[in-house]
Each structure stands twice: as structure tokens, then as C-alpha cells.
């Protein structure tokens, strides 16, 4: 069965340091790959996905960066945090290569930057 | 560009009363729809697409092409059916499927 993962679960940050925050998907090759945020008020916002290693394409201008180092890892950082990020973070994936399909969630990052 | 919307915040309904959630769409080819739930203190998962033509947990929606629509409905509301609801588009864009989804609508089901 296919299982996804994200860490950490919480995150207390200040205001310009960096972040990593760290997906992994087992049991399922060249996954596509999504990171969205999720705002009270303002649903689910998609910043990155990616099809493949190497291959991450950013769906909104942000101080948020996405890399994608291995098939089934997707991670994403940003080299100063701004009070802004704060929110929650959260990965999904889909089969690849398919038409039509689900996405499945991870249980999701909440950052705060103080 | 706006591409799903969802007009409630928050919708509050007595058990054993109908219940609907509303959720619109633009977008000019054929997308899929969705709808997904969180339930307090769980992951979002999908309640159900449109192309299954399921009714899943008593929940049925309707794509309605003209006008745009794919509505959340359910006869009877239980007080479990309290969470959050999200309505999602999907369309292929090259060989990638992009999802978008709207702003949610939370749902109480009072006793």
C-alpha cells in the first residue's frame, strides 16, 4: 500500500530563517508530486508540483522554493522565512502518467513564524 | 484566475435536515470534479468524484456543464458528516494534472 509522509508536524520559526519542510511517499514510483497551503478563509493554495526528479514548476511567485532530490521526496524550503509563510503546509501526491486520479494527502506541516 | 468557488463559509444545519453544498466552477474544456472532506484532526481525503457517479457516506453531486456547477448533496444530515468541505478541479495540462480547489465549506450538523 501507498503511504505519504510529512515532517515536522509543527514548526515555531523566526522571522528570516530558514525552512525545510520534508515529504516522502513510499510504496509507488514517479509519483506527481504537490505542495499546497492551506489558509483559514482562503482554501487550499498549490505552489509546486512536480513529474518527476528535478523537475518542480511553481504555480504562484513566493519566497518559498520546492526541490524534488529523489523520485519519491519532495521538500520545501525557503532561505528567510517572512511572517507571511506562516500556515499550513501540505503534500500530496497523485499516480503518474494517468489521465484521471485522486490526489492523497499528508497529514500536513503547521508553520508559524514569529 | 478564480477557478473554484464556494460561495459558504459556513453552513449549519439540525440533523435530519437536507444539507447542500454549493461549489462552481470556470474553466472552458472538461475538468473532473471532487469533493473532499476533513474531518477534525484528520487528513483531507476524497469523498468523491464525479466520473464514479457515487454516492459515498449518503453524499451525491451532480455535474451540471451548463451551468458549471457540481453541488454537494445529501438528504438527511448526521452530526458525523461535521467537517470540512473543499470542491476540487482537475485538468490535464501536458502530462500533468493540475488540481485546484476552493476556499471550503464548513459544515455543522447541530442535534
Known amino acids: 500500500s501507498q503511504t505519504i509522509h510529512q515532517w515536522p508536524a509543527t514548526l515555531v520559526q523566526p522571522v528570516g530563517s530558514p525552512l525545510s519542510l520534508e515529504c516522502t511517499v513510499e510504496?509507488?514510483?514517479?509519483?506527481?508530486l504537490y505542495w499546497y497551503r492551506q489558509a483559514a478563509g482562503r482554501g487550499l493554495q498549490l505552489l509546486f508540483y512536480?513529474?518527476?526528479?528535478?523537475?518542480i514548476s511553481s504555480e504562484v511567485p513566493q519566497n518559498l522554493s520546492a526541490s524534488r532530490p529523489q523520485d519519491r521526496q519532495f521538500i520545501l524550503s525557503s532561505k528567510k522565512l517572512l511572517l507571511s509563510d506562516s500556515g499550513f503546509y501540505l503534500c500530496?501526491?497523485?499516480?503518474?502518467?494517468?489521465?484521471?486520479?485522486?490526489?492523497?494527502f499528508g497529514e500536513g506541516s503547521r508553520l508559524t513564524v514569529l | 484566475a478564480q477557478r473554484v468557488t464556494q460561495p459558504e463559509k459556513l453552513l449549519s444545519v439540525f440533523k435530519g435536515a437536507p444539507v447542500e453544498l454549493k461549489c462552481n466552477y470556470s474553466?472552458?474544456?472538461?475538468?473532473?470534479l471532487f469533493w473532499y472532506v476533513q474531518y477534525s484532526r484528520q487528513r483531507l481525503q476524497l469523498l468523491l468524484r464525479h466520473i464514479s457517479r457515487e454516492s459515498i457516506k449518503g453524499f451525491t453531486a451532480d455535474l451540471n456543464k451548463g451551468e458549471t456547477s457540481f453541488h454537494l448533496k445529501k438528504p438527511f444530515a448526521q452530526e458525523e458528516d461535521s467537517a470540512m468541505y473543499y470542491c476540487a478541479l482537475s485538468f490535464p495540462s501536458y502530462n500533468f494534472n493540475k488540481f485546484y480547489f476552493g476556499s471550503g465549506t464548513k459544515l455543522n450538523v447541530k442535534p
Open positions: 510504496g509507488t514510483s514517479n509519483p506527481n
Open positions: 500530496a501526491w497523485r499516480w503518474g502518467g494517468m489521465d484521471t486520479g485522486e490526489l492523497f
Open positions: 512536480s513529474v518527476g526528479i528535478g523537475q
Open positions: 474553466y472552458s474544456g472538461s475538468p473532473e
